[in-house]
Each structure stands twice: as C-alpha cells, then as structure tokens.
C-alpha cells in the first residue's frame, strides 16, 4: 500500500531550525519526484520544494530559498527538509506528495500529486 | 507566478444538490488543471487531473472541465461524504500554485 508518513515537526523559536523526514512505502521510491508542501493554520495550500528521483534536481519556492534544503536518502526510502533561520511565517503543517510522473518520461515530474502524508505541524514562536 | 482564484470561497449545499465551483487561472494553462479534496486535518486527496481525468477510485458524480483560463468542478449529486475543502491547483508550471480553497457546507 502506497503510503508517505512526516516526522519532526514542532515548537522551534524563531531562528531556530528544524528536520523533517516523510518515510515512504508502497512504491519505487527513488523512481519518483517528491515534493513538500505547507498549509498555515486555516490557510490555502503552498508549494515548498521538489526533489527528483535521483536527488540531482532540486527547486525551492522564493520563500524558502536559501533556508531549507530539500534531501533525500533512495536506501531508506526517506525524504527530508532541513529548515533553518525559520521565521513565524513558516508556522504550518508540512506535507510531503508524490508527483505522479509520466509513463513516456521516467525521469519527469507532471505536478500533479497523487499520495500525500498526513502531515507534521511546524510551529515557530518565541 | 501563476494566479488561480476559486469561486465561491464556500457554499452551503443539500445532500442530493448539484454543485459547480470555479477556478481561474492569471494566465492560459491549457488543461494543466488538477482538483483536490481536503477534509479538516487530512492530507489532500487527488480528485481530477488534466482539467477533466478522473483519478482512480473517485467517484463518477466528480466531474472537471474547462481549458485556458477557467475550470469547473462539478458534483452532480451531493453525498455525505463530499463536505469538504476543494482545492484547485495548475500544473503548467513551477512554482506550481493553488487556489484559496472552495469550502462546501451542509445547509
């Protein structure tokens, strides 16, 4: 069963920083794009991060650049955002996705998502 | 950056009604249109892709439509199940963009 679960989430104080994983099963991990998102409390959805199979392509949003780094470990079926200089801004559930690719291109993305983790709340407060 | 905008931002709906919420895009997308489902405290759910592709698994009263600039997501009988948060978001290009969020309610 396809499945992607977040870990490390919490309380950090502004310019802290803060690692969460997204394990994954279910799938070929490392045949798969992966990208983060993040809700703020009430709010829309916001792109954060992509990473490709190989871990050779990475693209963040402007309002990450610079602070996060987005990794990931093909041996453990592992996926992680290292978040640093975090502002309250960044105060959010995390999510990671699966893009579901393409079945002519298997090394590229399609931005669409078809399994998401349940998510990791980040919370960042003096 | 691309725009999306959802109308309305919530809806107050009977079980049985037909609903249709609406998703512009700042720019043609062609069909590079995908809705999710959210509900309170989940992860968003694949619901169509490519404007009007049916995700594996949902239902077949979900129902998109639209190229360009503007989308529609229809629900043609309202279930139970289907009070939600709709999500619209464009796939055409990175950074990929979501829209505010459509709420449906129960009257």
């Known amino acids: 069963q396809l499945q992607l679960v977040e870990s490390g989430g919490g309380l950090v104080k502004p310019g802290g920083s803060l690692t969460l994983s997204c394990a994954a099963s279910?799938?070929?991990?490392?045949?798969?794009?992966i990208n983060w998102f993040r809700q703020a409390p009430g709010k829309g959805l916001e792109w954060v991060s992509y990473i490709n199979g190989v871990g050779s392509v990475i693209y963040y949003a402007d309002s990450v650049k610079g602070r996060f780094t987005t990794s990931r470990d093909n041996a453990k079926n592992s996926l992680f955002l290292q978040m640093n200089s975090l502002r309250a801004e960044d105060t959010a559930v995390y999510f990671c996705?699966?893009?579901?690719?393409?079945?002519?291109?298997?090394?590229?993305?399609?931005?669409?998502?078809?399994?998401w983790g349940q998510g990791t709340m980040v919370t960042v407060s003096s | 950056d691309i725009q999306m905008t959802q109308s309305p931002s919530s809806l107050s709906a009977s079980v049985g009604d037909r609903v249709t919420i609406t998703c512009r895009a700042s720019q043609n997308i062609n069909t590079y249109l995908t809705w999710y489902q959210q509900t309170p405290g989940r992860a968003p759910n694949l619901l169509i892709y490519a404007a009007s592709t049916l995700q594996g698994g949902v239902p077949s009263r979900f129902r998109g439509s639209g190229s360009g600039t503007e989308f529609t997501l229809t629900i043609s009988s309202l279930q139970p199940e289907d009070f939600s948060t709709y999500f619209c978001q464009q796939s055409y290009s990175v950074p990929w963009t979501f829209g505010q969020g459509t709420k449906v309610e129960i009257k």
């Open positions: 996705a699966r893009d579901r690719g393409s079945t002519n291109c298997p090394d590229c993305f399609s931005g669409v998502f078809d399994s």
């Open positions: 279910g799938f070929t991990f490392s045949d798969f794009y």
